[in-house]
């Protein structure tokens, strides 16, 4: 594994940190207190090639590879927890799914779209009462004639009223059945489709989380992603790489978190010395620097084996496990290091306690991380 940063991921941070600071720092804040998913930003970032990273040339995407899009997330989420949340929702659930397992014809007619950023996607599997138990999810989906006639609800969906296409997970089996579930394409406009109660979130603000409801909706066969039965075994696969975006996405969030308070130790002074030079302050530091340095490299190297083709379902869940507790506990040190004023909205060392905690609950929580990870190694 090359540790060293490629010309490649040099060149996307250096244009990520000139990005977040002309079109995202100045309003964060703001969009945060309102909670405003700020579209335009993530049409800009299409441009940039940012909303389809892993989507070959040939479907309008940039064509790089896992280790360039962590990088991206990390450098977004050094930012801006919310929007590098947004970028790898769309990037690794939607955009993800068509892309493993989509046809050529579905692919050529949605990627291009995804890829510019304008289109914004969605991926729907979690339910208000199954959670993590998504093999027992009540949304069902009826053949009638050409088409699927899906009803039911999903809950905690990122982009779930902003986003113009979503890939939903449906029952057309047997409750419990991991071969009794299907996946669709749907887009906004679909009748029956409609987004539901938007969520008022802890942290993450700016990152639009709704329900989907789904009353009568009619889907054509022509949308059914592979085969039928298959869309709980292709959310898996989607989900192990959709967990190292959220370790790249936790790396950024404790590394944004840990700048912070460092340039803080340095500046701040008590007894006529910065606070940097207590040892109280500087082994907090340097448990931050050594674990985040550890999370980096466990979320690369996961990165670098699915560039290589390789199953990543224990290495993604071990960079995801690892690195999301690693920015709660960054996080939760930066505010301390901050002291009073890191309890207060005019320093950064707030936002990213309150954004890091998704890290370890989005995608898997952390003890389903532990469950893929013992289910691995006990085979």
């Known amino acids: 594994m090359e540790l060293v940063a490629t010309e490649n991921q040099t060149m996307i941070a250096q244009m990520v940190r000139d990005f977040g600071a002309q079109h995202i720092k100045p309003r964060m804040m703001e969009w945060d207190e309102s ?13 940039l090639g940012l909303m389809g990273v892993l989507v070959p040339q040939e479907y309008g ?11 991206a997330i990390a450098e977004l989420s050094k930012i801006d ?33 995804l890829a510019s950023g304008e289109w914004i996607g969605a991926w729907g599997l979690t339910e208000p009462n199954t959670g993590s138990d998504a093999g027992n999810m ?13 009803n ?56 639009e989380t709704t329900e989907l409801i789904f009353i009568d909706c009619r889907v054509p066969k022509e949308n059914v992603i592979g085969k039928i039965g298959d869309g709980f075994v292709q959310a898996l696969k989607v ?26 130790s340095k500046e701040r002074h008590q ?25 980096s490299l466990l979320t690369y190297r996961a990165a670098d084996m699915k560039d290589r083709g390789q199953n990543v379902n224990l290495e993604s869940a071990m960079a995801k496990l690892y ?24 320093y950064p060392a707030e936002k990213y306690y309150r954004d890091a905690k998704l890290c370890t609950i989005g995608e898997g929580t952390s003890e389903i991380q532990k469950l893929v990870i013992a289910r691995a190694i006990l085979k």
Request: charged share 20%; glycine share 14%.
């Open 35 to 47: 909670q405003e998913f700020p579209k335009e930003v993530f049409h800009k970032l299409g441009e």
């Open 271 to 295: 007894f006529n010395q910065p606070i940097s030079n207590f040892q109280g302050i500087s082994f907090k530091l340097a448990d931050m620097a050594t674990e985040i340095e550890a999370a």
């Open 81 to 113: 927890g919310s929007i590098g949340l947004s970028m790898a929702a769309h990037n690794s659930l939607c955009t993800g799914h068509i892309l493993q397992h989509a046809s050529e014809e579905q692919k050529h007619k949605y990627l291009p779209k």
């Open 152 to 207: 039911g609800a999903k809950n905690f969906i990122t982009h779930g009223k902003s986003g113009n296409v979503a890939v939903v997970i449906a029952r057309t089996g047997e409750v419990g059945d991991s071969r009794g579930m299907t996946a669709f394409i749907i887009e906004r406009g679909t009748p029956g489709f409609e987004a539901g109660r938007k969520e008022d979130k802890l942290g993450m603000r700016a990152s």
């Open 138 to 150: 009540r949304t069902v989906a009826v053949e009638d004639g050409d088409y699927y006639v899906l």
């Open 323 to 346: 690195a999301s507790e690693v920015s709660v506990r960054v996080a939760n040190e930066g505010v301390q290091i901050f002291g009073g004023y890191g309890y207060t909205k005019d």
């Open 61 to 71: 995407g940039a064509g790089f590879g896992y280790v360039e899009y962590v990088t």
């Open 239 to 264: 989900l192990d790489g959709g967990r190292i975006s959220i370790a790249a996405l936790s790396l950024g969030i404790a590394q944004g978190a840990y700048e912070a308070a460092l340039q803080y």
